[in-house]
């Protein structure tokens, strides 16, 4: 944890890997809005602990736009060596997932892309995310993408292509408080479960984690 510390303090993105059992798929963990890889690593380190071979994936979020990340996040996967990886996305990173998948489209790093789990994504934005913009206008320039996040007709968020032909699972948090319930769900996903939980709290919600292990593994949720 200490060498992430130091990267964060020097103003540096910091990628962690664990590595695990040989016969798993590794699984690439992605952060959300105003949060950093770090966040993930206890979620990392549970993963690891069932035998998974596990990434951290680190962005500056507020330094540029969805479209932007999810194109990095893609070059990201395209120069792990792995043949197959699985994903594990919490909030805005189901979004730049969802850019990074469309884009593999019809290539052969559709192939490398397993199962995808996405916990809490706003996939049709957050009236939080609006309410924010709207009534503290500075915020869309000191936090770019929250303009993208809101839940108005034209944002980007809800502009973004639906990734097709991948497994995907998505976990919502019945408290959650930024993003509905309704704003979770993508067309095409292959399951969708709710847990008791809040935003970010859901990361570490035994609950949610054992749904994870489930939809890695057998590629639907336990309920």
């Known amino acids: 944890m200490v060498p992430a510390l130091v990267a964060y303090a020097l103003g540096r993105r ?28 206890s979620l990392a380190k549970f993963l690891n602990g069932r035998g998974y071979p596990v990434y951290v994936y680190d962005y500056k979020t507020t330094r540029g736009g969805i479209v932007a990340h999810g194109r990095m996040f893609a070059e990201f996967l ?25 884009g593999f489209e019809g290539t052969p790093m559709a192939a490398k892309i397993g199962r995808v789990v996405m916990v809490a994504p706003p996939n049709h934005g957050s009236q939080m995310a609006e ?19 809101s839940n108005r007709e034209g944002a980007v968020c809800r502009e973004l292509p639906v990734p097709r032909g991948y497994e995907i699972g998505i976990i919502a948090g019945d408290a959650d408080g930024k993003v509905s319930l309704e704003s979770t769900r993508l067309e095409g996903m292959r399951d969708h479960v709710i847990v008791h939980a809040r935003h ?20 639907r949720f336990r309920h």
Do not use: W, Y
């Open 14 to 41: 910091c990628f962690e890997r664990f590595p695990g059992r040989e016969d798993l798929p590794p699984v690439v963990l992605v952060h959300g809005l105003l949060h950093r890889g770090i966040v993930m690593r």
């Open 78 to 102: 395209r120069e792990l060596p792995e043949k197959r990886v699985d994903l594990v996305t919490h909030s805005m990173g189901g979004l730049l997932t969802r850019v990074a998948l469309s």
């Open 131 to 149: 309410d924010v913009a709207r009534n503290f206008p500075p915020s869309k320039l000191l936090v770019r993408p929250l303009d993208e996040l």
């Open 200 to 219: 970010v709290n859901i990361l570490f919600q035994p609950e949610a984690r054992g749904e994870i292990l489930a939809f890695l593994e057998t590629g």
